[in-house]
């Protein structure tokens, strides 16, 4: 296949022989889970956010999920969230039957509006779920002191930006529960995986307990001392996770380098792109999403670039217009103007820690002419 026709994916994990090593080590240890690599591959995340305790577990839609129980959040109660992000930042609030409430997003960031979020608190508002889209912080000087004036609880879902900094310091060492995923396309991948780091010991051990099906540290087990999951995060998984830690810097700063190589190339062309970091928010890159001219035929321009072997993806739905939401809430087109417009027209390039110039200038220059041709 010739260069110009050879496929350029979304996305692409960085495996390398010293993930191979670890993950052989596991294998051959026989000890597949609950043994000693999950506590390892712990120890790592929380240092490398800053955080004291970290607890791995299955997905970060799993993560979520024990956020809400870690708030109390149950029946009746509401959970505020960005209807710009991925239906696991609303989902977790259904699953202990509350009900997900949107705030409208911020246009130029894609994070969540404080302004919206305060004005959409009521009595029943049990926590907010911030989440931190594409990588770039949300606004934590805003939403920190706004739930604690509310007795509010505040969980970030930090699924997306591993490595991400804000006022100079780790997404995670902000005091308030964050979640992380693993999935391939992320920053650092466990295949399927996520976790949850705290700063209270007490949260920390109901995670532990939440994720084992509700096992006390004190019981044999057989015994459960509240309803809990199979949330764990197996041996093999974490294995792959110490071998990814160990060489995050190397990998956010290669990610850091593929963004800076697109906003050269694209800087003539008639796109928005990602919103740029200052003194308070250091994104970590996890996909390189452009907006689109209003007016511009997104499945075009998606299309002629599938035609040449350039995969995108409309990153991202807004939540509330899913099919599933829209039948159980009523939810409907119009609800969150700002979350609308950008999920009609953003649209998420290949990207991922080795792809190379060669490549990059092949997808812009693909953009660029579907741009002129639509
Ligand atoms: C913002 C956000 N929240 C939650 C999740 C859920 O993570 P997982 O797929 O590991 O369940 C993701 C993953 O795509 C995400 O991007």
């Known amino acids: 296949m010739s260069t110009a026709t050879q496929r350029i994916a979304l996305s692409a994990p960085w495996i390398d022989e010293r993930d191979e090593e670890l993950v052989l080590e596991v294998l051959r240890s026989g ?19 800053d955080a004291p305790f970290a607890a791995a577990v299955s997905s970060g839609t799993a993560g979520l999920h024990l956020c809400m129980r870690l ?13 710009y992000s991925f239906v696991a930042s609303a989902n977790c609030a259904i699953y202990e039957g509350a009900t997900p409430v949107f705030a409208d997003i911020d246009a130029r960031t894609f994070n969540l509006d404080p302004a919206a979020v305060e004005a959409a608190i009521t009595p029943r508002t049990k926590a907010v779920v911030a989440v931190d889209i594409f990588g770039y912080p949300a606004e934590y000087d805003a939403l920190v002191p706004l739930c604690e004036r509310h007795g509010i609880a505040l969980i970030e879902d930090a699924c ?11 997404l995670g060492s902000h005091g308030h529960p964050a ?17 949850v780091t705290v700063h209270d010991e007490r949260e920390y051990e109901l995670l532990v307990s939440l994720r084992n099906q509700g096992r006390l540290e004190t019981s044999s087990w057989l015994q459960h001392g509240r309803l809990g999951y199979n949330y764990r995060l197996d041996d093999i998984s974490a294995a792959l996770g110490i071998g990814q830690l160990e060489k995050l810097d190397r990998i956010l700063e290669a990610r850091g380098r593929v963004a800076a190589v697109y906003g050269e190339l694209l800087a003539d062309v008639d796109v928005e792109t990602p919103w740029p970091d200052d003194a308070e928010h250091v994104r970590s890159w996890f996909v390189y999403v452009v907006k689109l001219p209003a007016g511009a035929d997104r499945p075009a321009v998606m299309r002629q670039l599938a035609d ?4 995108t993806a ?3 739905p807004s939540i509330h217009l899913q099919s599933y939401m829209r039948d159980r809430y009523g ?4 609800m969150l103007p700002v979350s609308e417009d950008c999920s009609a027209r953003t649209m998420a390039l290949p990207f991922h820690a080795r792809l190379e110039r060669a490549d990059q200038e092949r997808v812009v220059e693909a953009l660029r002419g579907a741009l002129n041709a639509v």
Do not use: C, H
């Open 31 to 49: 000890w597949l889970s609950l043994g000693p690599t999950g506590p390892r591959f712990e120890s790592l995340l929380a240092a490398a956010v």
């Open 71 to 83: 708030a109390g959040v149950g029946p009746g109660d509401e959970v505020i969230t960005s209807p």
């Open 160 to 170: 997306e930006a591993l490595g991400a900094r804000y006022r100079g310091k780790p």
């Open 179 to 195: 979640v992380w995923a693993f999935y391939p396309n992320k920053q650092m991948t466990t295949g399927e995986g996520g976790a």
């Open 308 to 311: 040449q072997g350039i995969a």
């Open 314 to 316: 409309p990153y991202l």
């Open 331 to 334: 939810f409907a087109q119009g």
